[in-house]
């Protein structure tokens, strides 16, 4: 089961920081998967945001030198700091496992202009 929490509300330039947790994940497959964060804006598809596997990370061009993803491997999370943000970043951000398969419900990210 994967858990996303931290989305909210903030201004334009502002800054969040989501996380989510992968439970029921051995150690072992938690650090050598390749885990990401994704967004789906209203109207739009599901679009790559960044992975990470083990230490190498990979971001959309949209959110690189703003956005960083991190991963504790011992409590099987991973995080998004986002900073300086923007209205289109604005959207619904899931977790993603390659390994399950498996996506997160869900947590909602509004930037206001």
């Known amino acids: 089961q994967l858990m996303e929490s931290g989305g909210g509300l903030a201004q334009d330039g502002g800054s969040l920081r989501l996380s989510c947790t992968f439970s029921g994940m051995i150690l072992s497959v938690f650090s050598s998967d390749t885990l990401g964060w994704y967004r789906q804006a209203p109207g739009k598809e599901r679009e790559l945001v960044a992975t990470i596997t083990g230490g190498a990370t990979n971001y959309h061009d949209s959110v690189k030198g703003r956005f960083s993803i991190s991963k504790e491997n011992t409590r099987r999370r991973i995080f998004l700091q986002m900073n300086s943000l923007k209205p289109e970043d604005t959207g619904v951000y899931y977790c993603?496992?390659?390994?399950?398969?498996?996506w997160g419900q869900g947590t909602q990210v509004t930037v206001s202009s």
């Open positions: 993603y496992s390659a390994s399950r398969r498996a």
